[in-house]
């Protein structure tokens, strides 16, 4: 199967950290676009595994944050391009989404908050999977 340029055999979840002003944003246009589309050409999302390291290493000192649950299937199905990509500062492969995200392709979303330590947790929801 081909993600417009990317070859997987299946579709997953992908999450992204959205600072709050840019989800309230996308409850006005009905799409979620923040600074990296701007400025990169694309969003930057992680893998489940991925999202506690990138909130510790990206987000740091950002109340309220909001977890959002992207379903890639309706990305692509919307014509929304994303590739995984590796980032060698990261030693990993990253879903890069290249246009703004339509709200019916977040399944899901949820605060994520920092305890008093400054570290942040995965949502009950998500542990386990």
């Known amino acids: 199967m081909t993600f417009l340029g990317s070859t997987f055999s299946w579709y997953r979840m992908i999450y992204r950290l959205a600072e709050t002003a840019d989800w309230l944003q996308a409850q006005q246009t009905g799409f979620f676009a923040s ?32 977890l959002l649950e992207l379903d890639d299937k309706q990305l692509i199905a919307a014509g929304v391009r994303v590739e995984r990509e590796w980032v ?38 998500l542990l386990g999977q």
């Open 88 to 125: 060698a500062t990261r030693q990993a492969t990253f879903a890069h989404v290249f246009g703004p995200v339509p709200l019916p392709a977040v399944v899901r979303h949820w605060p994520l908050l920092a305890d008093a330590a400054g570290d942040f947790s995965l949502p009950p929801q």
């Open 35 to 66: 600074n990296d589309l701007t400025t990169e050409g694309f969003i930057h999302t992680s893998d489940l595994p991925q999202v506690l390291e990138t909130a510790r290493r990206y987000y740091a000192g950002h109340p309220n944050l909001i």
